[in-house]
């Protein structure tokens, strides 16, 4: 596969999120790549993407991470970025339901404009704001099992989980991309298998940190 000139990898995967402005997608991007949070992020204009190398069953991946502007002005600019996207990670805040209510509409365009075989994980993110949830654990779930999606409850704020979303979505592409009859997913995914179910990822923000891996990076 291909290498850089600075660092050597053995696949170079890249990740959209999706979903409406302020859910948080900018501080899941830096916490990721960066390991910072700011609460004086401002709303992206366009499309900004980071990068980071992880370690999964022994190879080495690089995630090119996109982060696609969710005002709809910027909907028509952003729509050709889903071209080459390996996996998608579809946010919404779970103390406001009004971006839940949302998350449909942007699985419809992401169908619409990205590869069949795109992996696509449900991120119920800001599960630090449980007190004032507006979206349950139990009906997100639903919704994921309903059209195959993975599916967590994330927090950019305390790092919960974020290091588990990006672990879980590399891998699932690395497996998916792996299988020996796997049409490459640039050429429309010529193997006719569709999209492949996920599993859903159970976590109780209640439980502390019992199920969450968190950040290390280097970055």
Not at 87 to 94: K, M, N, S, W
Request: aromatic residues 8%; hydrophobic residues 30%.
């Amino acid at each position: 596969m291909s290498k850089g000139s600075n660092e050597e990898y053995d696949y170079l995967y890249k990740i959209v999120l999706i979903g409406d402005s302020g859910v948080g997608k900018s501080n899941l991007l830096s916490r990721f790549t960066r390991n910072e949070f700011s609460l004086e992020t401002k709303s992206t204009i366009g499309v900004e993407f980071a990068t980071r190398t992880i370690q999964t069953e022994g190879k080495t991946i690089k995630a090119q991470v996109w982060d696609t502007a969710g005002q709809e002005r910027y909907r028509a600019i952003t729509s050709a970025y889903y071209r080459g996207a390996v996996g998608a990670l579809l946010v919404y805040d779970i103390a406001k339901q009004a971006t839940y209510k949302s998350v449909e509409r942007w699985l419809t365009e992401l169908r619409e404009n990205a590869d069949r075989n795109i992996e696509i994980m449900l991120v119920g993110n800001k599960s630090d704001l449980r007190h004032l949830r507006e979206v349950s654990t139990d009906e997100a779930k639903e919704f994921s099992e309903k059209h195959k999606l993975t599916f967590i409850e994330t927090s950019a704020l305390d790092s919960t989980n974020v290091e588990l979303v990006f672990q879980n979505i590399l891998t699932q592409i690395y497996h998916l991309m792996s299988r020996p009859t796997h049409g490459t997913i640039d050429n429309g995914g010529t193997d006719g298998t569709g999209p492949t179910p996920g599993i859903i990822v159970n976590v109780n923000p209640n439980e502390g940190n019992g199920a969450t891996s968190k950040p290390n990076c280097s970055c």
